[in-house]
């Protein structure tokens, strides 16, 4: 077994891992929104950060961060690290801020050790993963992977303001947001670390997660029509109940993936009914329904099982069903020798690891469609995430990081 050579500062890690979860912080949680003025004062945090480690700050038209390092061959493309630092509302402290400030301790480390990679070094981050302020996803990501799509543009948030005012507040500028875009060959690597969002790690005791590859996601508009009538005179017969129907829908959804195991997960997340009075029979229902696998195959045959299944409800409650896909998010495998750098990394950190899927989406999917991606997990206890209750222990955030300067050097020595 090997040893490192360069090791990373726990304390310091989970000093700066404190004072970026206090901005934002409220008794519900964190409300570090994207665009936000929360969200602001944590990026020019970690903009503080990165400036004390010596890194070129830069922000791109599409308003991610992207700090830079020389290296000592100015011919070859940079290797990056990154994450992002927007939360859910009345979100965690870890989901994303270890992974950019794990990234931000590696660039520490290697400066006060006067390390010079031969690649050149970028930490970026990512504006606006989470995707709550315009329920647009990954802005940053997949802006800079050239994804955006035609709604990502007129995009309008809750409070009805354009996108294009909410890029400018961070040092965005949608006019040229197409110039964030990164093409094959200008990154060689990208590697992120993150907590697991679920229980695996914690419930086995395992420090480190080799990602195999991060789940798709198919989302559905379902709409029930019935027909709305006095629930006092309507005798059963003859009732069209939307709601009763959809009932029958929201269980064989889970059936799909509990029963049929077709796909990895199935939910039904929301449902609006109408009138919503107790004494009517409800007349419409409309139910967002999401399937999430990392095998595609595998969410197209949950979309086919769901709308036999609706197909089969109607005609047995009298009522029809309209179901409308509103996002197809394919999944992406991560490369075989991507995850054998983790395996290495934990190897020569003394740390045992084990490969699981990621159940959650990140940038890693966007930016692996222009350079091969990388991810690294460690616990969250219980499997907790998106909650105020998230929580990391600091040995497992120290792991974390050293996995990804472990990582990093072994990808600098062989891309």
Excluded at 175 to 199: K, N, V
Excluded at 327 to 344: C, D, F, G, K, Y
Aim: hydrophobic share 40%; aromatic share 4%; proline share 5%.
């Amino acid at each position: 077994m090997t040893t490192a050579t360069l090791n990373t500062n726990a304390g310091r890690l989970n000093r700066t891992l404190a004072d970026l979860g206090r901005i934002g912080e409220t008794p519900q949680g964190m409300m570090r929104l994207a665009y936000s003025p929360y969200d602001i004062q944590g990026r020019e945090y970690v903009m503080g950060l990165m400036r004390q480690a010596g890194l070129e700050l830069r922000i791109d038209s599409a308003g991610n961060i992207i700090a830079r390092k020389p290296g000592s061959d100015p011919g070859l493309p940079a290797i990056a690290l990154g994450s992002h630092t927007d939360t859910v509302p009345n979100g965690g402290k870890y989901d994303g801020a270890l992974g950019v400030l794990g990234a931000v301790e590696v660039a520490q480390t290697l400066a006060e050790n006067a390390h010079t990679l031969r690649h050149p070094l970028e930490l970026i981050v990512f504006t606006n993963e989470e995707g709550t302020r315009f329920h647009r996803w990954l802005l940053g990501s997949r802006a800079m992977a050239g994804l955006l799509e035609p709604e990502d543009y007129d995009a309008v948030d809750d409070e009805g303001v354009g996108i294009a005012q909410r890029l400018s507040d961070i040092g965005g500028d949608l006019s040229r947001i197409d110039q964030a875009r990164r093409y094959p060959g200008e990154l060689a690597a990208y590697f992120e670390l993150h907590i697991e969002q679920g229980p695996t790690l914690h419930q086995s005791g395992t420090p480190l997660g080799a990602v195999t590859g991060i789940t798709g996601r198919f989302v559905f508009k379902v709409e029930v029509q019935g027909m709305a009538n006095h629930a006092g005179t309507t005798p059963m017969p003859n009732r069209h109940d939307a709601l009763a129907a959809a009932s029958h829908l929201v269980l064989a959804t889970q059936r799909l993936a509990t029963v049929d195991e077709i796909c990895r997960v199935a939910t039904v997340g929301n449902m609006q009914v109408t009138p919503n009075a107790v004494n009517v029979v409800p007349g419409e229902v409309a139910l967002g329904v999401e399937f999430r696998d990392v095998d595609t195959n595998s969410l197209s045959a949950a979309e086919a099982t769901l709308r036999r299944s609706a197909a089969e409800i109607a005609d047995a409650n009298r009522v029809s069903i309209s179901i409308s896909q509103v996002e197809a998010a394919r999944s992406v495998p991560m490369p075989a020798r991507m995850q054998n750098l983790v395996a290495e990394a934990a190897d020569q950190a003394g740390l045992e690891y084990h490969s699981l899927p990621s159940g959650a989406g990140h940038d890693a999917q966007s930016i692996a469609s222009i350079t091969e991606a990388g991810m690294v997990f460690v616990p969250s206890v219980d499997g907790i995430s998106h909650s105020p209750n998230e929580f990391t222990l600091p040995a497992d955030c120290a792991n974390g990081a050293q996995a990804l300067l472990n990582m990093l050097l072994m990808a600098d020595s062989r891309l």
